[in-house]
């Protein structure tokens, strides 16, 4: 079993940027593919981006939502998953998730994940 761990939320003004962090509990390189969703208080869950690292590559996903503002990398060696986001808006505000689903795998398909932290809440303020 893959544990995650988010960290990195907080309150931000509109126009700012956060960058969320996710420490799995082992190393995940190419066995699952890892993402982001988030959750705000009466609306569904939205995938906001997920990864899938191959050998000689690696394959990116963004909805539109959020493309060209929010990026997705990872440190292997810390096992850590990081959401860069930038050009933060009100509408960003949520519970962000970080999710795991096993290979072979969509980074399309985060939400179909079978392990995800705790969530850690981001706050856009005017």
């Known amino acids: 079993q893959v544990q995650l761990v988010e960290s990195g939320g907080g309150s931000v003004q509109a126009g700012g940027s956060l960058r969320l962090s996710c420490v799995a509990s082992e190393y995940t390189g190419s066995s699952y593919c890892m993402g982001w969703f988030r959750q705000a208080p009466g609306k569904e869950r939205e995938e906001v981006g997920g990864?899938?690292?191959?050998?000689?590559?690696?394959?990116?996903y963004y909805p539109d939502s959020v493309k060209g503002r929010f990026t997705i990398s990872r440190d292997d060696a810390k096992n850590t998953l990081y959401l860069q986001m930038d050009s933060l808006k009100l509408e960003d505000t949520a519970m962000y998730y970080c999710?795991?689903?096993?290979?072979?795998?969509?980074?399309?398909?985060?939400?179909?994940?079978?392990?995800r932290g705790q969530g850690t809440q981001v706050t856009v303020s005017s």
């Open positions: 990864i899938y690292t191959y050998t000689g590559g690696i394959r990116a």
């Open positions: 999710a795991a689903l096993p290979a072979p795998c969509s980074p399309q398909l985060v939400l179909d994940y079978r392990y």
